[in-house]
């Protein structure tokens, strides 16, 4: 049960504080993702990246922020910028081009409290 | 961009029943169609999947159509069990694009004993 891994489980943030959630995958896939699960609206595209120091806005990458510095590694850091930050966070890669299937880490939940 | 609609939000059967779960996509240039389950407190995982080409794909209990005509796709699951209880999210993406899968909002399928 491995291969990509997200830390950590459960993250609690002050109101006004950044947060780093961290993400790392040994499949030697080329693309990383960050999706946001809320409940009753699926999972939804905050930032992906196909290839190293190349990285794209999702749907809602406002107040979030990605760095893609090594291929194993693709950490989010959600921002005081971040309205509503209280969700599960799911990260997720693939090996890219007409490679389609999508492994998904573990989550990580963040509280902001 | 891809947009994807699922329906029912919620699902009950009694087990051993079946259950449906439908999904349609507005890009007619999508032509990779994953399910993915998702049982309590873990990580989406692909269940079963199906590309443009063909109409429909079965795996043991599991079964999902594809109608391009209609952008509709449905995932069926015959003779349930207690332990299909989960989400389940439909995705839609074109094999090459570099945003990867847009989901649907996702289902609860309860079976019940």
């Known amino acids: 049960d491995g291969g990509i891994t997200q830390s950590p489980k459960y993250l609690f943030r002050k109101e006004g504080q950044n947060v780093t959630l961290s993400c790392e995958q040994n499949l030697n896939h080329d693309a990383m993702y960050w999706y946001r699960q809320d409940p009753g609206q699926g999972l939804r595209l905050i930032y992906y990246?196909?290839?190293?120091?190349?990285?794209q806005k999702g749907d809602i990458a406002e107040g979030y922020s990605v760095s893609r510095e090594k291929k194993e590694s693709f950490p989010l850091t959600v921002t005081s910028a971040q309205k509503n930050p209280t969700a599960f966070y799911l990260c997720?890669?693939?090996?890219?081009?007409?490679?389609?299937?999508?492994?998904f880490g573990q989550g990580t939940r963040l509280t902001v409290v | 961009g891809e947009n994807v609609e699922q329906h029912p939000s919620t699902l009950s059967v009694q087990e051993g029943d079946s259950a449906v779960i439908k999904c349609t996509y507005s890009d007619s240039a999508s032509n990779y169609f994953p399910w993915y389950k998702q049982e309590l407190g873990k990580r989406p995982q692909l269940i079963i999947d199906?590309?443009?080409?063909?109409g429909e794909k079965k795996d043991q209990r599991i079964a999902v159509t594809l109608n391009k005509t209609a952008k509709h796709f449905s995932l069926h699951i015959t003779e349930t069990q207690p332990e299909d209880s989960a989400v389940y999210f439909c995705?839609?993406?074109?094999?090459?694009?570099?945003?990867?899968?847009?989901f649907g909002s996702g289902t609860q399928l309860t079976v019940l004993p």
């Open positions: 995705a839609a993406t074109h094999t090459g694009s570099a945003r990867q899968l847009t």
């Open positions: 199906i590309r443009s080409n063909v």
């Open positions: 997720a890669s693939s090996m890219g081009g007409w490679i389609t299937e999508a492994f």
């Open positions: 990246s196909q290839i190293v120091n190349d990285f």
